[in-house]
């Protein structure tokens, strides 16, 4: 089974400042399948990114994401009042699926 | 609009069943591989189970295999969930998910439900 950490485990940054959040796998993630999700306290998950760098429908285009192999990362370019929340990397290349542990991002 | 809603959670004693529950719309249900998700109280999601469009390929997590049994009824839109023989730890809000896109080991997931919840305690 493949693991994932995210870290920072939380990241404390003000509106406007650019976010980078780290996804490391225990080993090699297949052609690149990694998603991003958000979570918003009481929400259910939000796809971000898929496909390591493609974004999903409706999202808007300061997330970015980027990393192959072991390392991926989510980028958020200039962090909205709206973009504080919960995020989750997960690959789908290795059987089983799983998810990493989270990072919070939290207003300073 | 698709919209995916669960039910059947409660408070459920340990060694104790429930059936969960995932009606679906705004999609052409049949053609979708179905998933549950969990998460536990404050802490992050794992993955429980999926089930193809025609139901004939299932797969489990270890943590649950042998226990639960996932399903589903494409003529009423619906995914099920039968827990069975559960403990404390499997204690969570449990999400239906509909598959976008797949990979080699699983798929990810477009659309959520908002949960059920799940509590097994004496």
């Known amino acids: 089974e493949i693991v994932l950490t995210q870290s920072p485990g939380t990241l404390s940054l003000s509106p406007g400042e650019r976010a980078t959040l780290s996804c490391r796998a225990s080993q090699s993630v297949s052609s690149s399948y990694l998603a991003w999700y958000q979570q918003k306290p009481g929400q259910a998950p939000r796809l971000l990114i898929y496909g390591a760098s493609s974004r999903a429908t409706g999202i808007a285009d300061r997330f970015s994401g980027s990393g192959s192999g072991t390392d991926f990362t989510l980028t958020i370019s200039r962090l909205e009042p709206e973009d504080f929340a919960v995020y989750y990397c997960?690959?789908?290349?290795?059987?089983?699926?799983?998810f990493g542990g989270g990072t919070k991002v939290e207003i300073k | 609009e698709v919209e995916l809603l669960e039910s059947g959670g409660g408070l459920v004693q340990p060694g104790g069943s429930l059936r969960l529950s995932c009606a679906a719309s705004?999609?052409?249900?049949?053609?979708?591989?179905m998933n549950w998700v969990r998460q536990a109280p404050g802490k992050g999601l794992e993955w429980v189970s999926s089930i193809n469009g025609g139901g004939s390929n299932i797969y489990y997590a270890d943590s649950v295999k042998g226990r639960f049994t996932i399903s589903r009824d494409n003529s009423r839109n619906t995914v099920y969930l039968q827990m069975n023989s559960l403990r404390p730890d499997d204690t969570a809000l449990y999400y239906c998910?509909?598959?976008?896109?797949?990979?080699?080991?699983?798929?990810?997931?477009?659309?959520w439900g908002q949960g059920t919840l799940v509590t097994v305690s004496s």
């Open positions: 998910a509909k598959r976008d896109g797949c990979g080699n080991g699983g798929c990810y997931y477009d659309y």
């Open positions: 997960q690959q789908y290349g290795n059987s089983p699926l799983t």
């Open positions: 705004g999609f052409t249900f049949s053609t979708y591989a």
